[in-house]
């Protein structure tokens, strides 16, 4: 494989550095799912943390490196994910953390951040609008701009994922594709690091919404392309501008990459929560809604579906799933 960005020793040495608490997620093969789909799915479980998404094992590695060698304040934009997990990463070890973030992001999201002792701005515009305000701030206050998926602790971090699907192939049947939410690019371009690098005949499927397309597109085009806007539930993976470099590697790790539809991903949320039990966000039912697709595509085989966070305001997701209480369901029962 020509050279990525990441690299595969780092990511095992990456390994001692992560808090265990986010490592050896389960990996198991759902039968249910299986009967749906027409396909047999594994799920790989990266909501079992304390962030509940697998933004922490990348935020482990920044926050272990800027305790030891500072400064001592960083800050990110976020759509929630990544903010928690950086807060939740250096609450223990004596960081500042401001997160930027849209007004208009998860409020469930913007919440945690705030309960976990990070200082919070909001933005009036969209992901791209704080993550112009964060490197504003980084160059007045003289602090770290960590910037997702650029930053190499992002990727390697969620690259750990990819040594374990690698590693548990043994104790599940051998799977021959993963399906990966595509936003910023971490978790695909980590993961298919690892993947190109150990198992390569395992396909590297990555997953975006239509209405948030611009890193599927530039896949495509061999070159950035930039959206107007991005409209989807989906919020944990809805940037316009895709980054040169994470495409640059993208390009070196990904066999393909697909759109899907809002439908299709809140058909993926029920299918999650009927018949794994499994509350998530919409960004983790991507991989699922890829097979309700095209299942001429995926019939037959096994594929490993990451669930990458399940961080989701409730109410939305009732909606979405079709699951809100009704009056009488919800009446405290009479004393």
Not at 30 to 59: I, Y
Not at 61 to 76: D, T
Not at 101 to 129: M, N, P, Q
Not at 322 to 335: F, I, S, V
Request: contains cysteine.
């Amino acid at each position: 494989m020509r050279p990525t960005r990441l690299d595969t020793a780092r990511i095992r040495a990456a390994r001692q550095v992560i808090d265990p608490a986010f490592l050896d997620t389960p990996l198991y093969r759902c039968d249910a799912l299986e009967a749906e789909l027409g396909c047999a799915v594994s799920v790989k479980l990266e909501t079992a943390n304390p962030v509940r998404s697998f933004k922490g094992r990348g935020t482990e590695l920044v926050a272990s490196r800027l305790a030891e060698h500072g400064p001592g304040a960083v800050v990110c934009a976020s759509a929630g994910n990544l903010g928690q997990a950086l807060a939740w990463s250096a609450r223990d070890r004596g960081l500042e953390v401001t997160v930027v973030a849209s007004r208009f992001a998860t409020a469930a999201k913007l919440d945690r951040i705030r309960a976990l002792g990070a200082r919070l701005e909001l933005v009036d515009g969209d992901h791209e609008a704080a993550r112009e305000r964060a490197a504003a701030l980084a160059r007045r206050e003289g602090i770290r701009l960590l910037e997702d998926s650029l930053d190499l602790e992002t990727c390697e971090g969620a690259a750990t994922i990819g040594l374990e699907l690698v590693a548990q192939q043994a104790a599940v049947p051998a799977h021959d594709a993963v399906l990966i939410a595509l936003g910023g690019g971490a978790l695909a371009t980590g993961v298919g690091h690892v993947l190109k690098d150990l198992a390569p005949g395992v396909e590297v499927i990555c997953v975006q919404p239509r209405g948030a397309a611009a890193l599927t597109l530039s896949w495509r085009a061999r070159r950035v392309v930039s959206t107007e806007s991005a409209d989807t539930i989906a919020d944990g993976v809805a940037g316009r501008h895709p980054i040169p470099a994470v495409l640059d590697d993208l390009l070196l790790v990904a066999d393909d990459a697909v759109l899907v539809e809002e439908s299709s991903i809140m058909a993926g949320m029920r299918l999650l929560l009927h018949h794994a039990g499994l509350v998530v966000e919409p960004s983790a039912a991507l991989g699922i809604a890829a097979v309700l697709e095209d299942r001429d595509r995926f019939a037959g085989r096994h594929v490993v579906t990451i669930v990458c966070g399940s961080n989701v305001d409730m109410a939305a997701y009732h909606r979405w799933t079709g699951t809100a209480l009704t009056p009488r369901q919800d009446a405290r029962p009479q004393l």
